[in-house]
């Protein structure tokens, strides 16, 4: 069999317009799960590459003989029992996929929404050996496999759960012999593993469509796995979790790469949000930043706020000032609607109590409530707008103590030689006993000390027995209450929650490149 299959095409010039467009398809890639290596080029923000789920998919086959058309349509279809995507093949107009054929002995698709970043008038895939002579095995084995990537799958070797003894000098060795690749090339396809915490993965299948096979020659306890030429059982359940047949309802989050590319920084973005019931009169919003790349050649300056708020929609605006540069961010918001008697929201900021060029290190403010509760409720805390010095490390925490029914203590700290020049948190109150509801806070010295640091966090957040039933998975929104990051990088952090269903959800606080970070603190509402 052929074995030529360069998966990842996307050249590296184009990885910011390929994330933003990625964003753009799937607000998901940004923030719930997300897919990159653990360290891209200048330490892009790592997004996933999966398509909107319910979306019909074009595909266009540019040339080819009728029966290798008709094989790859086949073929390409054996995924679509198994997910909420439709593949509609189109003879012309614009199409998501296209598709060549010729004798190059090479074939590759770009992964996911990476097709998006291609020129409109060339392929995202090829198919370097197909012809009519083929064998109905080896169209089964190669469309199957390119299709996988078309919609978002890795290669199961370079799975985060993949643990394969390779003999990397043979595997160079082979690999130049039969392929003609570079080390680089190599390691791209073979070696390099995508981050655990940032991949959507099932455990290692070795019967998966999307691996490559492995002679034994090539590892070192002799570990061998042919060809295979069909999806396997995982693949099929891989497929439905990730476009499953109910459709998550739409996130309340905007990232800044919705409208422009990491590497095209700006002081403002902003997104025209849709807001749906909230009633007839304009809601309020509880805002809190969980994404933060910003570069370390001046201070950390990001703020998160909404304006034009009306009933149907609201202006979501993540901004910088002076010489900071902002390559990227997110926040998610809570909305209230008007007249809710249950939860009340609010924010307070640290220049409310003094000016920004006399910082301090602790500032406190008693919030009181419009209307009292009952009994003393729950309270959680987001950051929403920061100015920190970047001449020593980032460290800011805010916290919600003393809660009774008609108010609370809200802090905005820092601590060490950190000079926190200003804050905003916003706040969300609401009835301790209110039923389908939960919240609660997570933190990175959850799982680790915080002097020991790494880029990969994530632990598991158990809801409480009986809080929401079964059929119903809660949404969940979460933003950070503190951060602890060295100063000698760019700070670059980001939040995620998967596996969400009624008992609880994991999470994941991860940074990238060369970042150091020590901690960061997350609240969450669940509802």
Known sequence: MSLNHLCTQMPAQDRAQADMLAVQENSYNGHQVTAGFTGPPRGAIPVKKMWRNG????????????????????????????????????????????????????????????????????????????????????????????????????????????????????????????QDWTEAQVDQNIFEHFNDSTTQFSAFDPRSIIL??????????????????????????????????????????????????????????MKSQHLAGTGDAAPTLALGLNCLDVGNNANLRVNAFADNVSASSADVHIDTWADTTLYAAAVTWFTVPAGNSDFQTGSFCTEDDHAWDHPQQKTARQITFTRPYAAPPKVIVWLCRLDLDRSTNY?????????????????????????????????????????NITSGTYSITDVRPWDKPQSVNAGRIQFPSGCFQDGHTPQVFHAFNSLDVDRKANVRVKLGADNVGKDGFDWHIDSWADTVLYSAGVSYIAV
């Open 212 to 269: 490559y096979a492995i002679p034994a020659s090539l590892t070192t306890n002799r570990l061998s796995v042919g060809w295979n030429t069909e999806l396997s059982a995982t693949d099929q359940s891989f497929i439905s979790s990730a476009y499953p047949a109910t459709i998550a309802a739409d996130v309340a989050y905007f990232n800044t790469m919705e409208v422009r590319p990491w590497d095209k920084p700006a002081k403002e973005a």
């Open 55 to 178: 979306r019909t998919l074009r595909v266009k086959i540019l040339n080819g003989s009728s029966k290798v058309r008709s094989k790859i349509q086949q073929y390409a279809n054996a995924w679509t029992p198994y997910m909420n995507l439709k593949l509609e093949f189109v003879p012309s107009g614009q199409a998501e996929i296209r598709v060549t054929i010729d004798v190059s002995n090479a074939s590759w698709s770009y992964v996911g929404t990476d097709a998006l970043a291609a020129d409109p008038n060339s392929q995202t895939m090829n198919f370097g050996w197909l012809t009519d002579n083929t064998s109905e095995i080896e169209f089964s084995r190669v469309i199957t496999h390119e299709f996988g990537h078309a919609l978002g799958c890795i290669h199961e070797h370079q799975s985060p759960a993949a643990d394969i003894p390779w003999d990397k000098p043979a595997v160079y060795a082979y690999y130049q012999k039969t």
């Open 395 to 435: 460290r800011v925490t805010a916290t919600g103590t003393d809660v009774t029914t008609t108010g609370f203590t809200l802090h905005l700290d820092t601590w060490a030689d950190t000079k926190l020049y200003s804050a905003t948190a916003s706040w969300i109150a609401y009835p301790a006993n209110r039923a």
